[in-house]
Each structure stands twice: as C-alpha cells, then as structure tokens.
C-alpha cells in the first residue's frame, strides 16, 4: 500500500498554470491551492485534539466547495500535500504547484468557539491580497464554510454560482455526522491507533442514527484497512466491511463512498477485480468532484494489479 501510494505520488504531473490575475482571466479558470490548515493550539495528544481534526475538515470542506463551483481549477489535495512542507515559502509552494491563488488557514480555540483565519495569497503580485477571521461554535461549522467560501468567491470576483452552498446529505444528526467527519480523519491515519478510534467514531455515530449511509461507508472502509494490514483476522473483517458497505448502498444508492467501499471489499476481501473496477467508476460516475481520489487511487491500483499498467 505504502509503496503504491509512494509511486501515485512520484508520477503525479505538473499541474497547468493559467493566466495571471486579472479580472478578465477568471473565464480562463485561475488554478487555486488550498493548503493543510496550522493548529495553533493542540492538547497533549495532537491525534485527539478538535483543533486538529477541524483543520482537516476546514481545508477538506474548502477544497470540494471551490472544486464543484467549476469556476476555478483546484488543485488536487494529494499534490498540495506532496508539495506543502513546513519551512517551504508560499511564493514557493504556489510555483511548485503552478498555482495561481493559495488559501491558507491557521485554527485555534478559546474554550467555546473556533477561530480561524483565513490567507489568500496571490502568486503573481507575490503577497496575501485578503485576510479574515472567523469566530464560531463548533456546531456552526458547516454554515460558516459555506459564509467563508462565499467571502472568498466574492474576493475573487466569481459569479454567485461559486458561493452556493455545499450539497450535502440530509445530515438528520449533526453530532452523527461530525462523528462521521472525525472518524474519517482518524482513518486516513492509517495505522492501528488511529483505525481503531476511527471505529469508534463510526460506530458512536451509528448508535445515534442507524440510517447513515455515510457512516456504514466509513466503518466499513476501517474493518477493510483493518484486514489489509491484518489489524483483525482478514476473513472477519472484509465479512464485515461488506455488511456495511451494502447497507450504506441499500440506504443511499448515489452514494459515491459506498461504491468505493465495497469496491474495496472486492478489490481486498474477494480478488474480485473485475466486480472492483466497476464499483470505483460507478463512484466516479456519480460524484466526478468529491470523494473520488480514493476511487482513482483504488481504480489505478487494481489495474497494476492486473499488469494493465496503461490503463493504471
């Protein structure tokens, strides 16, 4: 696993710089990087701490909301997080990445709300051009994204398409959900520690709504990770990722993770190489913009698997 993503990272292509800034260039699609958010403050344990996950979801939120507007070309997370290390100058990072724009943000804490501050730095004029900050409850996290992507739209000077809110699913449960979204960032850990608080996250969610299919989807990618790196007896755990991956596709059949997951079960648990391809481009399919990386990744892996290297 570790040498196949190493090698998805090393044949990763440069990204195209479009034009400058101007007003008349944002028809020409500007490229924009948004960059791993900065904890200012975290608890004794960094892996436990909310300022934490809430910079993983803050930047992993942004990034879908400018990616579907079609309005800018954002770059993709796996190469911003091969190319953003700490030391690294932002008029750096943004030529590495051919990026014109780069969104920054740092998270903080007073006890009751977040604070973030938010950075877009233009790579032509070589300097931040905007700066604010938000302060917020943590159970307002989801309508402020949406106020934060809309105040960056409007900087940019993108049509109010742009800053239309996220399409996300009918969250019933906002707590479920959140548990969902921290579980997500134990699991992309990925190692014991954080696959096992990952479990835990998905199934505290489902305790508190058993119809979530995005949290069947995520427990059953953690048994699934569990197996691969025989964490739990394999034979039990893909049986287990597959219960949940088929319960997550019965309650949401248009649920691009779901497809992944069992995709994942077929390609781990079942050798079925075939039945895997067509879960990972039916996850592309019904969401080419958000949460199919996965499936990309997944997709290419199978194929080398196969020695269909062309296709890979």
């Known amino acids: 696993l570790a040498l196949l993503e190493r090698r998805t990272h090393h044949e990763l292509v440069s990204w195209p710089r479009s034009t400058p800034i101007t007003?008349?260039?944002?028809?020409?699609?500007r490229s924009l990087g948004i960059l791993p958010f900065v904890a200012l403050t975290v608890g004794d344990d960094k892996e436990t701490s909310d300022n934490d996950y809430f910079r993983y979801v803050l930047a992993d939120e942004l990034?879908?909301?400018f990616a579907r507007s079609g309005e800018l070309r954002v770059v993709p997370k796996t190469l911003v997080s091969t190319v953003s290390r700490p030391g690294k100058t932002?008029?750096?990072?943004a030529d590495q990445l051919n990026a014109d724009l780069l969104l920054s943000g740092t998270v903080d804490s007073?006890?009751?709300?977040l604070i973030v501050t938010l950075t877009l730095f233009d790579a032509a004029a070589r300097s931040a051009v905007w700066l604010k900050r938000f302060v917020f409850a943590p159970e307002k996290l989801f309508s402020t994204i949406d106020d934060m992507t809309r105040e960056v739209a409007a900087e940019l000077n993108l049509p109010t398409t742009a800053a239309q809110k996220l399409p996300r699913q009918a969250i019933q449960n906002p707590l479920a959900f959140m548990l969902c979204l921290k579980g997500r960032f134990f699991w992309s850990r990925r190692y014991k520690g954080g696959l096992l608080k990952a479990a835990r996250c998905f199934s505290e969610a489902l305790a508190l709504d058993r119809g979530l299919a995005f949290a069947h989807a995520g427990?059953?990618?953690?048994?699934s990770f569990l197996a691969f790196f025989s964490l739990s007896h394999p034979r039990e755990a893909y049986a287990e990722a597959e219960i949940h991956a088929r319960e997550a596709l019965r309650l949401d059949p248009s649920l691009a993770d779901a497809h992944t997951s069992l995709g994942l079960v077929k390609?781990?648990?079942?050798?079925?190489?075939d039945g895997a391809i067509a879960e990972f481009h039916e996850a592309i399919r019904l969401d080419p913009s958000r949460n199919t990386a996965l499936a990309r990744c997944y997709l290419s892996w199978t194929h080398v698997l196969r020695g269909e290297t062309a296709g890979a």
């Open 23 to 29: 007003s008349a260039s944002v028809e020409k699609r």
């Open 267 to 273: 390609l781990g648990g079942d050798w079925d190489w």
């Open 90 to 93: 932002l008029d750096r990072i």
């Open 219 to 223: 427990i059953a990618d953690t048994y």
């Open 63 to 65: 990034t879908v909301a």
């Open 110 to 113: 007073d006890g009751r709300h």
